[in-house]
């Protein structure tokens, strides 16, 4: 890609990093600084936090650009862009180990804050039960039996859930990488992973809720007076992860693939429920963390 927007920038050195505190960056490049100066962020003082500035590419950009044609320079074509992130926003977060709230904003006037637009949020993540996943694991079920036997469960009862442990959630991130205080290398996970029985590697089964909230303009029939309301929805996951042995870990461990960084981790989730009744019919998709554009054909 070309550096063309950052002056002296090359293909080998392509920016720098700058100290913004306590300086007077904010009023000498307010054409690259101020924007960043959103949720509480001065420029001045340190900001907890990190903010990305994605320009969007206008019909002039657009034609430049290398990596896509697209243009979102008008209100049409934002609008596209913001309504096909909300049909998507819940899934976002199904499968991330951190991030438990995602939200949309829209930056309104230049006094005013940005206002929320709207949001989702990962409530609760209970683990199945041992007795059940031994269970469900023993039988002579296939792969999608025991899946559709462990949402049958979650959904009709006959299996008892347990209020997650963050190390629980996050043991087999934990597994390859090590904890805060003991990390791992690379070569060290490889290690651990080849040596380990098939039965001791970790996996895991969780329900998942995820709140999604949206704020919109009511108006009123009798007084024509615009209300805004926030509008919610729960929809409920099974979650089941794990890291796999046979020919997919023989594949990661193997030395001559080792720059490609395999990890032999697989994970599903089911839509059990949307507000407590059946979720709507949907065609599955392709996840790597985040959602991919296609389709897996589950639906």
């Known amino acids: 890609l070309r550096c063309q927007w950052c002056p002296g920038a090359s293909d080998m050195s392509r920016g720098m990093k700058i100290r913004f505190t306590h300086t007077e960056l904010a009023s000498q490049f307010p054409d690259q600084m101020i924007p960043y100066c959103l949720f509480g962020n001065d420029m001045k003082q340190r900001f907890n936090g990190t903010l990305f500035r994605f320009p969007f590419r206008n019909e002039k950009t657009a034609?430049?650009?290398?990596?896509?044609?697209?243009?979102?320079?008008?209100?049409?074509?934002?609008?596209?862009?913001?309504?096909?992130?909300?049909?998507?926003?819940?899934?976002?977060?199904?499968?991330?180990?951190?991030?438990?709230?995602?939200?949309?904003?829209?930056?309104?006037?230049?006094?005013?804050?940005?206002?929320?637009?709207?949001?989702?949020?990962?409530?609760?993540?209970?683990?199945?039960?041992?007795?059940?996943?031994?269970?469900?694991?023993?039988?002579?079920?296939?792969?999608?039996?025991?899946?559709?036997?462990?949402?049958?469960?979650?959904?009709?009862?006959?299996?008892?859930?347990?209020?997650?442990?963050?190390?629980?959630?996050?043991?087999?991130?934990?597994?390859?990488?090590?904890?805060?205080?003991?990390?791992?290398?690379k070569e060290a996970f490889y290690s651990k992973l080849l040596r380990t029985p098939e039965q001791q590697l970790p996996q895991t089964k969780h329900l998942v809720t995820i709140t999604f909230g949206e704020n919109t303009q009511f108006t009123q029939e009798t007084s024509n007076i615009a209300e805004e309301r926030q509008i919610t929805r729960t929809d409920k996951y099974l979650i089941c992860s794990a890291l796999g042995s046979g020919q997919c870990r023989a594949m990661a461990c193997n030395p001559k693939h080792r720059d490609l960084k395999f990890l032999p981790w697989g994970s599903v989730a089911v839509h059990l429920t949307r507000n407590e009744e059946s979720p709507p019919n949907e065609r599955g998709n392709a996840f790597c963390f985040l959602p991919l554009p296609s389709e897996t054909g589950f639906a």
């Open 63 to 185: 034609k430049e650009s290398e990596i896509s044609k697209k243009q979102y320079g008008d209100d049409v074509a934002t609008k596209e862009l913001i309504d096909s992130f909300k049909n998507v926003i819940s899934k976002v977060v199904l499968f991330l180990r951190h991030v438990k709230r995602v939200e949309f904003y829209v930056e309104g006037e230049s006094d005013q804050a940005p206002k929320l637009q709207y949001y989702a949020d990962v409530g609760e993540r209970k683990a199945l039960s041992e007795t059940h996943a031994k269970r469900s694991s023993t039988s002579n079920m296939s792969g999608l039996e025991s899946i559709r036997s462990l949402a049958n469960s979650a959904v009709f009862g006959g299996s008892t859930t347990q209020p997650i442990q963050s190390d629980h959630w996050n043991s087999i991130s934990n597994f390859i990488s090590g904890n805060e205080s003991q990390p791992i290398s």
